[in-house]
Structure formats: C-alpha cells, structure tokens
C-alpha cells in the first residue's frame, strides 16, 4: 500500500520534473519560454498518435522529444532573431500547441492507447518494499533521475554549463567575450522543447495512456512555477516535483476516500499550492534576487 | 544566409498601421495551406470561415455577441500589458464575474424588478476585479510572478464554478443538469434591437468600454503613468508613480471588465450558469489586445475578427465538415504572425547571404 502510493507519487511527479529541468536550462541562458503547456500537449499528442500507428510507445516517445523540439524552435525564431517580447510569444505558444494538438488529435478521443511496460529485473524487483519502487518503475522514470543529474553536473561542474549561465547572467559581456549568445539561447530553447515533449509522452503513454485535448491540464504552468520555487537549482526542482506529486496524489486518494469535502475543492489544490510555494519563495527577496539569471526574459540584438 | 536587426530610429509608423494586416494575410496564407492538408478545397473553406457568416442579419448580430466579452476582456488586458503587468488570468476572473453577478436571479429568484440587472452587472464587475486584485496583491506585496498565479487562479475559477453548478446552486426543477435555474425576465440583459437578431447591450458595454479606456490611455495622466511605468520603471520612479499602485489599477481595471463579460455573456446569451461558460473567450481576448497593438480602438476591429474566427468555425463545421477544433489552431497561428510582424515596426529586416559568397563579392570590387 504505501509503496505503490510512493509509485503514484513518482509517477506524477516525473512529467513535471522533465518538462521543469529543461525548463530550468532554457532560463538559465536568460530565456523565458512561457510556452512549456504547448510544448507538452504537442509531445502528448505527437506520442500519442505515433505510439498508435507504430503500436512502439519508445518510437512515440522519440517523435514526441522531436516534435517538441520543433515546436520551441518557432519560439526561437521569433524571440531570438525577431526580438519578440518573450512573454507574449510563450503565451502565443501555448495557444498554439493547445489548438494544434486539439486539432491532430481529435481522431485518438476515446482510442486506447499504448502504455509503456515497467522495467522488470528478474530478483532485484521482486525485493519486498523497494523492490518494485527501485527496480520496477517505467524508464522513463530512471530517465527522469539521470537528465536531472546530468544537468546539474552540466550546469555546474562544465564548461559549457558556465558558458551558459554567463550567457543567461550577462548577455552584453558574453558576447563581449565573443561567446554566441544567440546560438547558445537557441540550443538551450530546444532542450527545453525535447524535455517539454518528452514530458508529454509521458502523459499519454504512462500516467494515463489515452488523449484527452487539454490533458496537461496546467502542468506546463505548474513546471514554470517549479523553477521558481527551486531557485533555479536541479536538485531543488526534484524536490519540488515530488512534493507536487504528492499533493496531486493526495487529493486523489483523498477523492477516492470520498471525506466530505466536494471533489473540485480537492482538485484545485495543486493548483492553490502553486500559488502558496511561490508566494513563500518569492517573498525572500535576497534569495530570488541572488538566484535569478539576471538576463532572464530581456531582449538581445547583438551590435556589431 | 542570415538575418540581421537594424533598429530604426524611430518607430515605423507605416508598419504600425500595416503589421496587423500583414499578420491576417500570412495567417490566411497558412490557413490556405492547413486547409489543403486536411484535403479540403482552400478557397471554400476560407469562404465559409470569413465571409459567409458576414452575409445575412442575424450572423452580424451573432458576431456582435461572439466579439462583445472578446473586446471587453482585451481592452482591460491592454491596460495591464501596456503598463507592463501580465494578466493572464482573464478566463477566471470572466467566470467570477459571472457567477458573482448571478447570485441575485439564483438565490433571490423571487426578487424581481428593475433594479435586478444594474445589480447583477455591478456585482459582475466588483466580482472580477475582487478576483483579479488575488495576483496584484501577491506581485505589491510578496513580489510574486503574477503570469503563474494569475493562471492557477483561472483553474481554481472553473472548479469552483463546477463545484457550484452540480452542488448548491443547481436548479431544484432541472432533473439533475449540471446548471442553474433559468435567469428570470428583469435578470436577463435586453436585446440592442431584437426585431433583426439577438446581439445584446454587452456589445454596447464593449463599445463603450473601448472608447474610455482609449481616451484614458491617450489624453489622460493616468494613461500617460501606465506606458511610462511599463517602458521604463526606473523614469516612473522619478516621476513619483507608484508601481505597485499602477498594479492594482490595472489588474482591477481589467478584472472588473472581465467580470462584466462573465455577466453580460451569461445574462445575455446564455440565461443560465452552466459547468462551462466560455469557449476560451479569456484566451482569445490575449490575443485580440496584440492583434489591436494593445491601443483600445484597434482591438475593436481585433475583437470583431476573432468573433468571425468562432463564427465562421460553426459554419464551416456545418457546411464543409472541418472541426471546430481547428478555429483555435488558427487563432494560435495569428497570435505568432502578429507578434513576429511587429517586429517590422521596431527594425529594419536585413537578409545577408553567407560569409564566403560577400567575401567573392568584395573580391570582385
């Protein structure tokens, strides 16, 4: 009982933790992609559709990072060669991916999906309590644990990831010291539109394999919210996507239980505990101000 | 080859007044080609979407009710990005407005008389804007991001609108409809001119609306306070605006017109609270104040455009057979053109072929 509810938990929390990391990348080179929801119902869709017609959820999988990817890139143009304001344009992509995917998937309403299998090691699993919580859990789980640690290490312990925050610090110097903050920006907005649709597939082909229109269902936005409540921080994000998970799954078994509180009460709550988190973390001006890219959404035309 | 910004000295006027327009082309061209795909003939669909409704009486006023709630929302909207806030929110505080404004005619049926709608509207507007002023208060006073708390607070508005419809507010004679009873005669908003159509006075409210916020923006201090503030935070300082007074002005100004659309809408095209009350009117109203460039009277012309998306979504739907779902997709697209066209006002747009063939060229002079 109480292991397989730390499995719903992960489970919930996977999808926010992915599409949160890369999100963490794209606003650590100073940009702010508001448009993570598109981004994610694009990669929901995409995995979706793919995963059906192919009958492989890991083919949906890689179509979804693709798709993703793509998608971001016209967020790139735009606020990257065309010096679009940031927020109107993330905005602009969330309208669109939401449309798009309403769009593409209206055929898949009411098919059944495919799931992806759990890993299954012969012993390891069958370890009583941990066993399936360590050794049992989708890969894209696993997945999820390692891009985390990967971009900590990347961002704080490479080359690269310092050439990155310089760049997402103070954009004039870095490229004063000839670094291509453009291309940087754009490298670093893709990243985040692969982890957004990976996050997708996630969606519809883990935590409920079928398509809904709509089924991220504020995620992207609660993904935003994450960055913010960790500081700008991996290992932060981690944990906050496992407390979001658990509130998510909380207010679910609590619905389950049917205490007398209206169910719509309870589904409001990860999105009133967004609110809460950002609330406390914002209120501690010293540790925003210490922690945000200093660039973060300004706009920049190289002089030449 | 590459693209390279050239600021220009000073704004093009010419591309102020033509960025719009070029935006709408290229989202038709696109919508051409979408059309295409879905291997239905691009010309008639675009027929069916952006002229055909325009052809008879009654759709103008159709077009009237669609784009009445659309200008409303995205004048308020306007106001609030101009003096760089962003209300994203809009869909809630639209649905606040509206269930706040139907408290009368749902709990106090048996109150019935002239004074029943300027309450309803008054309770609408108070309703958004006490909804609206949750993401100001949080961004004056704890500093947070008012884009996240304003959108989490458009999910909390929609539930609790759910909670309401199927609990305590649900009508004792509706065999179990998820709805409320229906508005009587002195809750219901009158038609403009009901001998030719249904468009109501929520189209006047915009209209006016439109025409107030433009004149404050344009000849009064205030309007002058919400640009300075927004380009430049640091002059607003020294010039004695107050920021954080600047934010709940302009979440409150654009809550409480949010709110008249939420009650305009229901008591006028409607009748009734249902689980979903909106078609996205609180989104779309984003994406009308852009394509108006945020200046109140061209989001009049905005908001009617985005009506004959919907409209003309229905129709195709009808008489052609493309989903309805596509009508979003659309508005999507145009929201990127716009945005990308505005471009053209602030730069000029240099292509450069690449490097090796500039360097043959310089070779050969």
């Given amino acids: 009982m109480f292991e397989s509810i730390l499995i719903t938990i992960a489970t919930a929390a996977t999808p926010l933790l992915i599409a949160s990391v890369g999100e963490l990348v794209v606003e650590r080179s100073g940009v702010l992609n508001l448009g993570v929801e598109g981004m994610m119902v694009m990669g929901a869709v995409t995995g979706f559709g793919v995963a059906l017609a192919t009958g492989s959820p890991w083919l949906g999988v890689l179509a979804a990072i693709m798709v993703g990817a793509l998608f971001s890139l016209l967020f790139g143009f735009l606020t990257l060669t065309l010096v679009t304001n940031q927020v109107a344009t993330g905005l602009a992509l969330t309208l669109l991916g939401l449309g798009l995917s309403g769009m593409l998937g209206e055929g898949f309403v009411g098919q059944p999906g495919v799931k992806m299998s759990y890993l299954y090691i012969p012993y390891l699993t069958d370890i009583p309590f941990v066993g399936k919580l360590l050794f049992g859990q989708d890969p894209l789980f696993y997945l999820s644990i390692i891009l985390t640690a990967g971009v900590a290490w990347f961002l704080f312990r490479s080359r690269a990831g310092l050439t990155l925050r310089s760049v997402g610090d103070n954009h004039t110097s870095a490229h004063a010291l000839g670094i291509n903050v453009i291309g940087i920006r754009y490298l670093a907005v893709m990243f985040g539109g692969a982890c957004a649709g990976l996050a997708g597939a996630y969606l519809s082909l883990v935590y409920t394999p079928q398509w809904i229109e709509n089924m991220t269902a504020g995620r992207g936005w609660i993904a935003l919210a994450l960055v913010v409540f960790a500081s700008w921080r991996p290992w932060r994000v981690l944990a906050g996507a496992y407390l979001f998970g658990a509130v998510s799954i909380g207010q679910l078994h609590a619905q389950a239980l049917g205490i007398g509180v209206p169910s719509q009460l309870l589904s409001s709550l990860p999105y009133l505990a967004t609110i809460v988190v950002l609330v406390l973390i914002s209120r501690n001006r010293r540790l925003t101000m210490v922690n945000t890219p200093a660039s973060l959404g300004r706009p920049f035309v190289p002089d030449r | ?365």
Avoid at chain 2, 63 to 79: D, E, Q, Y
């Fill in chain 2, 1 to 365: 080859m590459r693209i390279e910004l050239v600021k220009r000295p000073e704004q093009s006027r010419l591309f102020s007044a033509l960025s719009p327009f070029i935006a709408l082309g290229l989202t038709l061209i696109a919508g051409a080609i979408m059309f295409s795909l879905l291997g239905k003939n691009p010309v008639d669909a675009l027929y069916f979407y952006f002229v055909d409704p325009l052809r008879e009486v009654w759709s103008l006023h159709e077009l009237a009710i669609k784009a009445a709630p659309l200008i409303l929302i995205a004048v308020g909207l306007s106001v609030c990005y101009l003096s760089n806030n962003w209300n994203i929110g809009a869909e809630g505080q639209f649905t606040i407005g509206a269930i706040a404004g139907s408290i009368l005619p749902v709990l106090f049926p048996q109150f019935q008389n002239w004074a029943v709608l300027p309450l309803m509207l008054i309770m609408g507007m108070v309703g958004g804007a006490a909804y609206a002023s949750i993401p100001a208060f949080l961004k004056a006073r704890f500093n947070t991001n008012e884009i996240l708390t304003s959108l989490m607070l458009v999910y909390v508005a929609q539930l609790f609108l759910d909670w309401l419809v199927r609990g305590p507010w649900r009508n004792p004679e509706g065999m179990n409809f998820p709805e409320t009873r229906n508005f009587h005669e002195y809750a219901v908003l009158p038609e403009i001119w009901a001998a030719s159509g249904r468009a109501n006075w929520g189209f006047v409210f915009a209209l006016v609306a439109a025409v107030v916020l433009w004149f404050m923006l344009s000849r009064t201090l205030k309007g002058f306070e919400v640009k300075v503030l927004g380009q430049s935070p640091r002059a607003g300082k020294f010039a004695g605006f107050s920021a954080s007074k600047m934010v709940f002005f302009v979440f409150i100004v654009s809550g409480a017109l949010a709110g008249l659309a939420g009650i305009s809408e229901v008591s006028g095209a409607i009748g009734q609270l249902r689980p979903t009350i909106s078609p996205g009117y609180g989104f779309a109203a984003i994406i009308v104040a852009f394509l108006g460039r945020l200046n109140p009277l061209g989001i009049v012309a905005a908001g009617l455009v985005l009506a004959l998306s919907y409209l003309g979504g229905e129709a195709a739907q009808i008489s052609i057979g493309v989903s309805d779902k596509v009508v979003r997709a659309f508005q999507g697209m145009l929201l990127f053109f716009v945005l990308a066209c505005d471009t053209l006002i602030h730069y000029r747009i240099r292509f450069i072929g690449a490097p090796a063939k500039t360097w043959e060229a310089a070779q050969n002079v």
